[in-house]
């Protein structure tokens, strides 16, 4: 009898709730909880891609659910199934790497570490000629990344609980991300005035797109700086706007780029439309949403980034007003995601145009 295999979307511990909700309103599709950051689906189903989701971070491909009894046996089982794999990876000489992974500084972590090791110590005995094809995660960024026809292979390991793990062996640019768990963390820079610098670096990843060198932007909600910081590393002009102190680094670059205002950032309008309007005003979810509207509707800046504060209690209407929003505008790129640096809250991003080169070259022809 064949193993039953499912597929397993994960997101950040205790969003799994909001992940079920989103399929089932947006797709149609109805999947089950496991644990508090996955949801299985039927493996038939046809499922969006991650990057079109709001709450999906990986994907586990025709993954089986195996009882963790001991490290030994758990090993046992995932070397035969390699075995039968390794005939196919062999023959078409793929690379392949592991993530074995468990959420945040859950206590699985460190046994899915153990079995990680003990995985990789099987496979170098028993499947040598697998293990030469072996190659690490960071590796795999590089190699897998860029060739949507790669034929390598990702195994995934992934251990909701001490007790129990999901196994996941599947073609690399099958639809999962290639960062474990689908986290891509983002590095903190010296001098940063706070650490969601960091989710303004992830969102511009996510949007596939940053200021350019010279470009205008508005900073919303600005103190004490972090989102301003970001926006002037990455060549930006800021004005920034906030009632609060900036704490920005005592630097030239600063100095020359930052204008403080001093003013509500609910109402405010710049004397003419800017490149980027970024946006984490600590201000209910529904006034973020209005001011994201006045700004699209009145064409004031060609790309954004705002960051909406989930309600504790029934966010996905707030989450289907966002995207209701962000429908109504025929941009080059809207979307809505919950980034590895939110919390209770998601990024909502876009940009007019889809080529930065363009963008900037095609507005500056018209002064
Ligand atoms: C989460 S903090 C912003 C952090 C900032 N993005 C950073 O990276 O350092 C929220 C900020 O929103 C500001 N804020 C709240 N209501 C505002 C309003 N109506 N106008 C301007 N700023 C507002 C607060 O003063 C606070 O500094």
């Given at each position: 009898?064949?193993?039953?295999?499912?597929?397993l979307?994960?997101?950040?511990?205790?969003?799994?709730?909001l992940l079920?909700?989103?399929?089932?309103?947006?797709?149609?599709?109805f999947?089950?909880?496991?644990?508090?950051?996955?949801?299985?689906?039927?493996?038939?189903?046809?499922?969006?891609?991650?990057?079109?989701?709001?709450?999906?971070?990986?994907?586990?491909?025709?993954?089986?659910?195996l009882?963790?009894?001991?490290i030994?046996?758990?090993?046992?089982?995932?070397?035969?199934?390699?075995?039968?794999?390794?005939?196919?990876?062999?023959?078409?000489a793929?690379?392949?790497?592991?993530?074995?992974?468990?959420?945040?500084?859950?206590?699985?972590?460190?046994?899915?570490?153990?079995?990680?090791?003990?995985?990789?110590?099987?496979?170098?005995?028993?499947?040598?000629?697998?293990?030469?094809?072996?190659?690490?995660?960071?590796?795999?960024?590089?190699?897998?990344?860029?060739?949507?026809?790669s034929?390598?292979?990702?195994?995934q390991?992934?251990?909701?609980?001490?007790?129990?793990?999901?196994?996941?062996?599947?073609?690399?640019?099958?639809?999962?991300?290639?960062?474990?768990?689908?986290?891509?963390?983002?590095?903190?820079?010296?001098?940063?005035?706070?650490r969601?610098s960091?989710?303004?670096?992830?969102?511009?990843v996510?949007?596939?797109?940053?200021?350019?060198?010279?470009?205008?932007?508005?900073?919303?909600?600005a103190a004490?700086g972090?989102?301003?910081?970001?926006?002037?590393?990455?060549?930006?002009t800021?004005?920034?706007v906030?009632?609060?102190a900036?704490?920005?680094?005592?630097?030239?670059?600063?100095?020359?780029?930052?204008i403080?205002?001093?003013?509500?950032?609910?109402?405010?309008?710049?004397?003419?439309?800017?490149?980027?309007?970024?946006?984490d005003?600590?201000?209910?979810?529904?006034?973020?949403?209005?001011?994201?509207?006045?700004?699209?509707?009145?064409g004031?800046?060609?790309?954004f980034?705002?960051?909406?504060?989930l309600?504790?209690?029934?966010?996905?209407?707030?989450?289907?007003?966002?995207?209701?929003?962000?429908?109504?505008y025929?941009?080059?790129?809207?979307?809505?995601?919950?980034?590895?640096?939110?919390?209770?809250?998601?990024?909502?991003?876009?940009?007019?145009?889809?080529n930065?080169?363009?963008?900037?070259?095609?507005?500056k022809?018209?002064?």
């Amino acid at each position: 009898m064949s193993t039953p295999k499912h597929q397993l979307v994960l997101t950040r511990p205790g969003f799994a709730g909001l992940l079920v909700q989103e399929f089932q309103d947006l797709w149609q599709l109805f999947g089950k909880p496991v644990g508090t950051a996955a949801v299985a689906f039927d493996e038939h189903e046809v499922l969006p891609a991650l990057d079109a989701t709001v709450f999906g971070r990986q994907y586990l491909p025709r993954a089986t659910c195996l009882q963790i009894e001991s490290i030994e046996q758990v090993v046992g089982v995932i070397v035969k199934r390699l075995e039968t794999l390794s005939n196919r990876a062999n023959r078409h000489a793929a690379k392949w790497t592991l993530h074995a992974f468990a959420q945040d500084d859950d206590p699985a972590l460190q046994l899915a570490g153990k079995i990680e090791k003990a995985l990789l110590a099987a496979v170098r005995q028993r499947l040598p000629r697998l293990f030469q094809r072996f190659i690490t995660p960071v590796q795999a960024q590089s190699e897998f990344v860029g060739s949507p026809g790669s034929s390598g292979m990702l195994v995934q390991i992934y251990l909701p609980s001490l007790t129990e793990l999901w196994f996941s062996a599947a073609g690399a640019s099958s639809g999962p991300s290639i960062f474990i768990a689908g986290n891509q963390r983002m590095r903190h820079f010296p001098g940063a005035p706070s650490r969601s610098s960091s989710k303004l670096e992830e969102a511009f990843v996510a949007l596939g797109r940053s200021p350019k060198a010279g470009e205008i932007a508005v900073d919303l909600g600005a103190a004490p700086g972090g989102w301003t910081f970001t926006l002037v590393r990455h060549g930006a002009t800021v004005t920034a706007v906030d009632h609060g102190a900036l704490m920005l680094p005592k630097d030239k670059k600063f100095n020359e780029r930052v204008i403080h205002l001093l003013a509500n950032g609910l109402t405010y309008k710049p004397p003419v439309a800017v490149d980027w309007v970024t946006c984490d005003m600590l201000v209910g979810s529904l006034e973020t949403l209005r001011v994201l509207e006045r700004w699209l509707e009145d064409g004031l800046a060609r790309n954004f980034v705002f960051n909406v504060k989930l309600p504790q209690a029934q966010p996905w209407p707030v989450i289907k007003e966002a995207l209701s929003l962000l429908s109504r505008y025929p941009w080059a790129v809207m979307k809505a995601k919950h980034l590895y640096h939110d919390r209770q809250e998601i990024t909502l991003m876009g940009c007019v145009l889809g080529n930065s080169t363009e963008a900037t070259s095609e507005e500056k022809s018209k002064h």
